[in-house]
């Protein structure tokens, strides 16, 4: 037997909306349901004239609430389509940062919602720790920042062994108390020049290895350090914990009330992750702090920053104030994000692998090209009960939706029959007792001018396994929020 055969595979089910009535939303029902009243007030009426009139109306309204474009509601991209050309008439588009305007040290400055609704809080942990408080929906977020082994070279049994243990981690921490979000962010950056011979010079003397163990080693491993094909990247993976204060509020009482209460009990959540990313062949480096939240903000906007801010973090004296984390230059256009020193397009993982993929599909879209890119794959818990009646609703619409087929006399597309499939095999999990979760994913590729992002795209593209990537046209900067930033922010 191959040893790889023991690496679990899995498929992933189709995220369609089903509809909440003969395959329509409920905006789109509202539409239809004013197209056809239109329509019997002017038969009951009576006179030709009105009824041509309302007709010539109601037709297009009625069209446009059943219409659907690339598997998306037509009335749903219209309305996109219109916010987004509002935003850019009022000039909501444009952020530039004003020198002479005076700002508050230690609040957010990012343009947008973002910046309005999250508070940062130090709280008494680990050197000062960041607790990150949602204003708005009373979620509190945490940022920890890990480091792992790669998946690829790893043995066939420890891949296996990864791979139950992230199941057992999103069993366990979303099933813990208040926990709503859980958000794994890979970031791919290009490492500042010789970052890779200055990591291997101090990991190789502080592990008693190098030149002294092996001379020829060493001078094998310089060669290609120092080699003119040499590429450095740096990969960064920061796990974001949200935790809803609505929920644990007697638990943030009883530990001291205030801050004092929140960092406690968001403590405990880092606590509880360690030894759950320890089977996953995670270790947890740290909880950031303020200052390395507004480091990692400051490097998604600013690209070109790594130099110093890696500099700075060697050295233990990182600067950056919260005010100075957001962007000095920022022009939102519908299909890129353009801020201080590098352009930007971010994506909405449509579809996940359709057929039986093996755990690790994602490492050529995280490791592979030298190009700015961050993944993050973000899951909700959901309460079984919940999930259960979701089954039942997406089962109504589809029966719905077959009952409106047989009047029209049409076949039944084959997503229809794909998706009833996919709702058998999750109640089937159910009844085993895994985890009702809802999940989703984002991509934002990074280059510093239009034509080197376009052939970053592309290559990410080609990485993108079984993912059907789809752009958040006219959403640039709010999916850059979610896919780029360790906020514990999401698109609605």
Not at 19 to 32: E, H, N
Request: charged letters at 20%; aromatic letters at 6%; glycine letters at 8%.
């Amino acid at each position: 037997m191959n040893t790889d055969d023991i690496v679990p595979a899995a498929a992933f089910p189709r995220l369609d909306r089903q509809g909440w009535l003969w395959g329509l939303s409920k905006p789109q029902l509202i539409v239809v349901g004013v197209a056809v009243a239109g329509l019997m007030v002017a038969t009951f009426a009576g006179g030709t004239a009105i009824l041509a009139t309302l007709t010539l109306w109601t037709a297009p309204i009625a069209t446009l609430g059943i219409v659907q474009i690339d598997h998306r509601p037509a009335l749903i991209a219209l309305m996109e389509a219109i916010v987004s050309k509002l935003r850019r008439m009022l000039g909501a588009t444009d952020y530039v940062v004003r020198p002479e305007q005076p700002v508050t040290m230690g609040e957010l400055n990012i343009p947008g919602a973002v910046g309005a609704r999250i508070d940062v809080i130090e709280v008494p942990y680990a050197s000062g720790a960041a607790v990150l408080f949602d204003k708005h929906t009373r979620w509190a977020s945490i940022a920890i920042r890990c480091e792992s082994s790669t998946f690829d070279l790893a043995a066939a049994d420890d891949k296996a062994g990864r791979t139950w243990g992230y199941a057992r981690l999103a069993s366990a921490v979303l099933a813990h108390e208040g926990v709503v979000r859980v958000a794994v962010m890979a970031r791919t950056t290009p490492a500042a020049a010789e970052a890779a011979t200055a990591y291997y010079t101090t990991t190789s003397t502080a592990r008693g290895a190098g030149a002294m163990v092996s001379p020829w080693a060493h001078d094998q491993v310089m060669a290609r350090l120092t080699s003119s094909s040499a590429r450095d990247v740096e990969r960064d993976v920061i796990v974001v914990v949200s935790v809803d204060t609505n929920k644990v509020r007697p638990l943030i009482k009883d530990a001291g009330k205030g801050n004092i209460g929140l960092g406690h009990v968001m403590a405990r959540e880092v606590t509880a992750l360690g030894p759950l990313l320890t089977e996953c062949g995670v270790r947890t480096q740290r909880w950031l702090t303020p200052r390395e939240v507004a480091a990692t903000i400051r490097l998604a906007y600013d690209p070109e920053a790594v130099s110093l801010l890696e500099r700075q973090a060697v050295q233990g004296s990182l600067t950056l104030d919260l005010a100075d984390a957001g962007p000095v230059i920022l022009r939102e256009h519908p299909d890129r994000l353009e801020t201080d020193t590098a352009v930007h397009q971010s994506f909405w993982i449509r579809q996940w692998p359709r057929t039986l993929t093996k755990a690790g599909f994602l490492s050529n879209l995280i490791c592979e090209g030298d190009y700015t890119r961050t993944l993050t794959q973000v899951f909700m818990p959901e309460p079984v009960t919940q999930t259960a009646k979701n089954i039942e609703s997406k089962r109504l619409a589809i029966a719905s939706r077959r009952e409106v087929d047989a009047r029209l006399k049409r076949p039944t597309p084959f997503e229809v029959t794909a998706a009833e499939h996919d709702l058998a095999a999750q109640e089937e999990e159910l009844n085993e007792g895994f985890a009702g979760i809802k999940w989703t994913g984002y991509l934002s590729v990074s280059a510093p001018n239009t034509e080197a992002l376009g052939v970053a795209v592309s290559a990410a593209t080609m990485s993108a396994d079984g993912l059907d990537l789809r752009l958040l046209r006219g959403q640039q900067a709010a999916g850059f929020n979610a896919a780029a930033l360790p906020l514990g922010w999401g698109l609605s």
